[in-house]
Nanobody
Framework: QVQLVESGGGLVQPGGSLRLSCAASGFTFSAYGMSWYRQAPGKERELVATISNLGRRSNYADSVKGRFTISRDNAKNTVYLQMNSLKPEDKGVYYC???????????WGQGTQVTVSS
């Protein structure tokens, strides 16, 4: 069975950093692109970052370019999201999903909460 488990969320001050992890199991991890989404209460879920199956290509939402970095370690079946220079607008629940941009996202993790506040 496919499982995606996010971790690493928490409370951070503006300008701080967090590193999210998504541990994947139940499928051939290196065959799939992966993505990070986020969602705040009352708002639509939005794509934050996406990475190809071998990690050779990646893309970001304009709002996070230059601050966030998506990466993956296929030997560990894990995808990461390094978040630097965090802003209050970055708060929300961050979800890991299976699939590259433009592809079906058929599996999702439960999410990890990120709060940016003074």
């Amino acid at each position: 069975q496919v499982q995606l488990v996010e971790s690493g969320g928490g409370l951070v001050q503006p300008g701080g950093s967090l590193r999210l992890s998504c541990a994947a199991s139940g499928f051939t991890f290196s065959a799939y692109g992966m993505s990070w989404y986020r969602q705040a209460p009352g708002k639509e879920r939005e794509l934050v970052a996406t990475i190809s199956n071998l990690g050779r290509r990646s893309n970001y939402a304009d709002s996070v370019k230059g601050r966030f970095t998506i990466s993956r370690d296929n030997a560990k079946n894990t995808v990461y999201l390094q978040m630097n220079s965090l802003k209050p607008e970055d708060k929300g629940v961050y979800y890991c999903s299976r699939g590259y941009q433009g592809q079906p996202h058929d599996y999702w993790g439960q999410g990890t909460q990120v709060t940016v506040s003074s």
